[in-house]
């Protein structure tokens, strides 16, 4: 059971298949600690809504926390991730003693990790194929869906922002982000860079798992980036994992023979508890998804849902999980 610091009251805003929550729903399952569940729909459109831009005037996604106990709002992941710790005594900390050099480390590859622009990968896949070795898993159909109505949400941003002047500069906010998110997307030169950079970040893991494996030998206990202990690095590290085996560049990304450590460590996190809940988790949505997905077919209402990264993503999701 939980052991709670004080006892608090927490609200999760979020959406199981986006990027974003999985790392803080990792986070809530890892310390074992209560939340109440509130799904914000990305395929219906429910992040762009007034009450959840109310929520999160400036955040271009979902997860949101709520601390009821103490009326505070927490509206970045990586920071969500650092509240939740905080608020259990449970298992380790997932953020060592920043003072101590383990948390350093910790934190400097926590960083590392954030700065991957998964929406330009998932997107730059989408709008060019060709870039995912074996291919992008996503039917043709939905991608062109995808892209439709990536292109559609910046004149329904606008469109939100005449019709709810309290909330105007959020929603013009967040309808430069997607123009700017747009340009890089439909630059294959661009998505290219962030591709080549993504190999150097999984080069230099797979060097310090090889590392960490040669200065521990044989050992019985699971050793994830950092030893024994299971931290927030691990658990970017492993929504980012699942995202590239989703997207079909598993293979040519940590394959066994391009990189055998991170490949071995993927298959052991699969096997960790609070991985297979997550997967669970993702596979009651099933019958949602479906629903989602045929109101996604509307090219108006897809438009206004955005349709973006998590959605991308939970279609995949589910027919992978069929």
């Not at 990968?121 to 060019?128: P, R």
């Not at 596979?283 to 955005?306: C, D, F, H, M």
Request: proline share 4%.
């Amino acid at each position: 059971m939980a052991q709670l610091k004080a006892e608090k009251k927490f609200t999760l805003y979020y959406f199981p298949t986006s990027y974003s929550s999985q790392k803080v729903l990792l986070a809530f399952f890892e310390k074992e600690l209560a939340f109440t569940p509130r799904l914000v729909s990305l395929f219906s459109g429910q992040h762009n809504q007034p009450w959840y831009v109310k929520l999160n005037p400036e955040g271009a996604h979902v997860p949101v926390l709520r601390d009821e106990t103490t009326d505070t709002t927490v509206t970045d992941p990586a920071s969500i991730m650092e509240y939740v710790d905080e608020a259990s005594e449970n298992g380790e900390r997932l953020f060592p003693d920043e003072s101590s050099e383990l948390g350093k480390q910790v934190r400097q590859l926590c960083k590392r990790l954030d700065m991957i622009e998964m929406d330009v990968i998932t997107y730059g896949i989408i709008y060019h194929p060709h870039l995912s070795g074996a291919g992008c898993q996503i039917s043709g159909a939905v991608q062109r869906s995808m892209r439709e109505n990536f292109a559609n949400r910046l004149s329904y941003l606008t469109e939100l922002a005449a019709a709810h002047p309290a909330l105007r500069d959020s929603y013009l906010t967040k309808s430069q982000i997607a123009a700017q998110k747009f340009d890089i997307i439909t630059d294959e030169a661009k998505v290219k860079g962030h591709l080549e950079a993504l190999k150097r970040t999984l080069k230099d893991i797979e060097q310090q798992l090889k590392e960490l494996k040669e200065k521990n030998g044989d050992v019985a206990d699971e050793l994830w980036l950092f030893g024994p202990m299971f931290t927030a690095a691990d658990i970017h590290l492993t929504v980012l994992l699942n995202r590239l085996a989703l997207l079909g560049m598993d293979k040519e990304y940590f394959s066994q023979s391009l990189c055998p450590h991170i490949d071995s460590y993927f298959s052991q996190v699969k096997k960790r508890p609070t991985y297979v809940r997550l997967e669970k988790d993702i596979s009651t949505l099933k019958l949602t998804l479906v629903w989602e997905n045929l109101k996604a077919w509307s090219p108006y209402l897809a438009g206004a849902a955005g349709l973006g990264l998590a959605a991308g993503g939970a279609y995949l999701i589910y027919q992978k999980s069929k």
